[in-house]
């Protein structure tokens, strides 16, 4: 029973999300977290940042790490499934809609909301999880390092993620 849930879960978050990665991560808690108390919220916050340093999507990272640690490897498969599947459907729908629709001028209007939509999605990912992602005024200065780093003077992000572990490693407190 408790695969038909977590692909049902994964399913609907996959259907009802758009703006890609980041802005399902406040319905992945949700959903993860308060509905159906799988994970704790320090755990899904662990749970976001090895799915943010693993390649590919953030969603499926997370829907694959939360159905392993819930139910093994059934279990991530089917949490994978879930969040992919819908996306794969709606691709598709909308591919061919857009392909008839394209000139139409409220169509366009759809996909400008669209965007709203997501940074909206985006925003409320990152108030969520930032109350349990800063735990010191050291993280805080990392982040805002790297974030200047990168954004400033374009450095590589993977070369930020590697310096920020060695600074948490070295000068970090436990």
């Not at 992000?157 to 490693?169: N, Q, R």
Request: overall charge positive; hydrophobic content about 60%.
């Amino acid at each position: 029973m408790i695969y038909l849930q977590m692909l049902f879960t994964f399913f609907k978050i996959g259907l009802f999300s758009f703006g890609g990665g980041y802005a399902i991560l406040a319905m992945i808690q949700q959903e993860v977290v308060v509905k159906n108390a799988w994970l704790t919220e320090a755990e899904f916050v662990q749970v976001v940042a090895i799915s943010q340093m693993t390649p590919g999507p953030i969603a499926i990272n997370a829907a694959t790490f939360i159905g392993y640690q819930k139910a093994g490897i059934p279990g991530s498969l089917l949490c994978t499934l879930g969040v992919i599947l819908p996306s794969l459907i709606i691709m598709l729908l909308i591919t061919i809609s857009y392909l008839k629709l394209r000139n139409q001028k409220w169509f366009q209007m759809v996909f400008k909301r669209l965007r709203l939509l997501s940074i909206g999605l985006i925003a409320a990912a990152l108030i969520m999880i930032l109350g349990h992602a800063v735990e010191s005024i050291f993280s805080i200065i990392i982040f805002a390092l790297c974030f200047i780093a990168t954004w400033r003077f374009k450095l590589n992000p993977f070369t930020m993620l590697i310096v920020s572990a060695l600074a948490g490693i070295f000068f970090g407190s436990a």
